[in-house]
């Protein structure tokens, strides 16, 4: 029997606690929570439940670390020492995975144990296993797909119900979509890292977050909204990929996109995200992204592969660059500086809103710099 220490209680961390306990399959009856590491005395409700990791990282019994506390630190600090003391990991967070991807992961190698992610991506979606399980016959050339279903419920309401942004934030709020703080989802950061993250599944690379164009939708309108419908266009957050070379294309934008493409019909909080390969086309993967019991299950996926000893191949992840000059499409920008633009104006739509002329994604990247409130967003062909 897996003998599991979850470190982390709260949403996803009680799932996962609920999941294993219930034990409603015989799959899941053969893992065990020994070990729950909490932040603070008011939170101990059960006798397993600790505030010291040393109780997990010295019980011999625990062979595998459950990660689902959140954070930068000390969450990375935890993973790196159970990877480092022979333990196998599962975590559910991007953040934290994104920015240290190629320590953890060479950890992992170094000690001859694994890393899983299969949660930190598209929550209850088999994304990342789905990607594994391709790459066994067929290279992935690219993937994109709506991974934050808070934006994605924002813009759902501010298209269907004709509201403001504010006020669909607000709307997410209260429902638990969006947190108190939500500049990680409006922003675009929260797609960033699993777009990394999902560049690592599909290509073998290690980027750095940073260097992954993020574009979000803090400064969408009703006007930007308004004008993609009279054109028969839904604008959705997209995170892409692909493979280029011995670089990557990677960016996170919000796209116009035709009323009959795939994403266009995805509504509410529900993420889905889609892959191409060459012998099986186009897949695509669509779900719950986010919430205790979905996100739950996929972790707990993860801890059942550990066990069945059904893991991803062995890969060996590469540091590559982030190259998007060749990614060339038209922006649709409103700007209260307009001049900024001058160089690349198609059309002018209004006094500060303009499209452009086809243009590399690298290109429009260096002169958003000049005006940070703009908003900027794709039209797909």
């Given at each position: 029997?897996?003998k599991?220490?979850?470190?982390?209680?709260?949403?996803v961390?009680?799932?996962?606690?609920?999941?294993?306990?219930?034990?409603?399959?015989?799959?899941?009856?053969?893992?065990?929570?020994?070990?729950i590491?909490?932040?603070?005395?008011?939170?101990v409700?059960?006798?397993?439940?600790?505030?010291?990791?040393?109780?997990?990282?010295?019980?011999e019994?625990?062979?595998?670390?459950?990660?689902?506390?959140?954070g930068?630190e000390?969450?990375?600090?935890?993973?790196?020492?159970?990877?480092?003391?022979g333990r196998n990991?599962?975590?559910?967070?991007?953040?934290?995975?994104?920015?240290?991807?190629?320590?953890?992961?060479?950890a992992?190698?170094?000690?001859?144990?694994?890393?899983?992610?299969?949660?930190?991506v598209?929550?209850?979606?088999?994304?990342?296993?789905?990607?594994?399980e391709?790459?066994?016959?067929?290279?992935?050339?690219?993937?994109?797909?709506?991974?934050?279903?808070?934006?994605?419920?924002?813009?759902?309401?501010?298209?269907?119900?004709?509201?403001?942004f504010?006020?669909?934030?607000?709307?997410?709020?209260?429902?638990?979509?969006?947190?108190?703080?939500?500049?990680?989802?409006?922003?675009?950061?929260?797609?960033?890292?699993?777009?990394v993250?999902?560049?690592?599944a599909?290509?073998?690379?290690?980027?750095?977050?940073?260097?992954?164009?993020?574009y979000?939708?803090?400064?969408?309108?009703?006007?930007?909204?308004a004008?993609?419908?009279?054109?028969?266009r839904?604008?959705?957050?997209?995170?892409?990929g692909?493979?280029?070379?011995?670089?990557?294309?990677a960016?996170?934008?919000?796209?116009?996109?035709?009323?009959?493409?795939?994403?266009?019909?995805?509504?509410s909080?529900?993420n889905?995200?889609?892959?191409?390969?060459?012998?099986?086309?186009?897949?695509?993967?669509?779900?719950?992204?986010?919430?205790?019991?979905?996100?739950?299950?996929?972790v707990?996926?993860?801890?059942?592969?550990?066990?069945?000893?059904?893991?991803m191949?062995?890969?060996?992840l590469t540091?590559?660059?982030?190259?998007?000059?060749?990614?060339?499409?038209v922006?649709?920008?409103?700007?209260?500086?307009p001049?900024?633009?001058?160089?690349?104006?198609d059309?002018?739509?209004?006094?500060?809103?303009l499209?452009?002329?086809?243009?590399?994604?690298?290109?429009?990247?260096?002169i958003?710099?000049?005006?940070?409130?703009?908003?900027?967003?794709?039209?797909?062909?």
């Amino acid at each position: 029997m897996m003998k599991i220490g979850l470190l982390g209680h709260g949403v996803v961390g009680s799932g996962v606690r609920r999941i294993i306990d219930e034990g409603r399959t015989e799959e899941v009856s053969g893992l065990s929570v020994k070990r729950i590491l909490v932040k603070d005395q008011k939170e101990v409700s059960d006798e397993r439940m600790t505030l010291s990791y040393a109780d997990i990282l010295e019980d011999e019994e625990i062979d595998t670390v459950c990660e689902c506390m959140g954070g930068l630190e000390p969450a990375h600090t935890f993973v790196l020492d159970a990877l480092n003391h022979g333990r196998n990991a599962v975590t559910s967070n991007k953040k934290m995975l994104a920015t240290y991807l190629d320590e953890l992961m060479s950890a992992a190698e170094e000690n001859h144990v694994l890393l899983m992610y299969e949660a930190s991506v598209g929550g209850g979606i088999p994304w990342i296993s789905s990607l594994n399980e391709i790459r066994r016959v067929d290279e992935i050339e690219s993937f994109r797909g709506i991974l934050n279903g808070t934006t994605n419920y924002i813009l759902s309401g501010m298209n269907e119900k004709d509201a403001d942004f504010d006020e669909m934030l607000a709307e997410a709020q209260k429902l638990g979509y969006a947190e108190r703080n939500p500049a990680d989802d409006i922003d675009g950061m929260d797609v960033r890292y699993k777009t990394v993250l999902s560049c690592a599944a599909a290509f073998d690379a290690v980027l750095k977050p940073q260097d992954v164009p993020a574009y979000g939708v803090r400064y969408i309108s009703k006007e930007d909204m308004a004008y993609a419908k009279e054109h028969g266009r839904v604008i959705k957050l997209i995170g892409e990929g692909a493979a280029s070379g011995h670089a990557v294309h990677a960016f996170v934008m919000p796209q116009m996109l035709a009323q009959n493409d795939y994403f266009s019909m995805i509504s509410s909080n529900i993420n889905a995200v889609e892959c191409t390969s060459s012998t099986l086309g186009t897949a695509g993967f669509t779900g719950q992204g986010a919430g205790s019991l979905p996100t739950a299950h996929a972790v707990v996926q993860d801890l059942l592969n550990l066990e069945d000893h059904r893991t991803m191949a062995r890969r060996y992840l590469t540091a590559r660059d982030v190259d998007n000059h060749d990614v060339c499409r038209v922006f649709y920008i409103r700007t209260a500086k307009p001049e900024v633009f001058t160089g690349i104006v198609d059309q002018k739509i209004n006094e500060h809103v303009l499209l452009t002329k086809k243009v590399s994604l690298e290109e429009i990247d260096a002169i958003l710099k000049q005006d940070e409130t703009a908003f900027v967003c794709g039209v797909n062909e």
